[in-house]
């Protein structure tokens, strides 16, 4: 990676300011996130994972510009090729400012995850990286059926009166509640994490 030796640690040289939004989804769900330029597609993974609460079980991978980008399983898209390995590209090889790239997440539910770099920017000093700067509404659980199970489940628990809410409650447990979204929990997820 990429970076500069300070007394504070290791800098990266640019930092890419992400939206990602879960596509297909209403309510938005979306976050905001500041991703050191020089890491790579497999650190991105780990760190969409993370900012999603995914439990990465499934199979995932990358479209950019036409080209897959995965773990390197054979052909996970069906799609007759074989992807490159994640690992192998960084973030600031394959992206740029205003670039639009697509990150598909269990490819049996289908989260497609649209990312837009907003910005590159110079890292601020004392921060660590990767970091979540925004977001709205809880990510949907594992295995929900994809947007439209997620949509059917939401309706499920708005509605006291909807065959399948009781399943759902059971499945669930008390605690999910589809508007939270806890920005300081995630961050001191990142923080965690090795540079």
Known sequence: MATRK?????????????RIDL??????????LEVPGPFTLA??????????????????????GGMLFGPGDPDPFGFGVTERKENKYRLDEVAKAGSRFTYTYDFGDDW???IKVERIVQPEAGVHYPRCTAGKNASPPEDCGGPWGYADMLKALADPAYPERENYLEWLGDDFDPKEFDIEELNAGFRMLKT
């Open 43 to 64: 650190r991105l993974h780990k760190i969409i994972q993370m900012a999603f609460d995914w439990t990465d079980s499934h199979l995932h991978g990358y479209d950019i």
């Open 6 to 18: 300070t007394s504070a640690g290791k800098i990266p040289d640019n930092v890419f300011v992400l």
């Open 23 to 32: 596509a297909n989804i209403k309510p938005a769900i979306w976050r905001r």
């Open 112 to 114: 497609i995850h649209s």
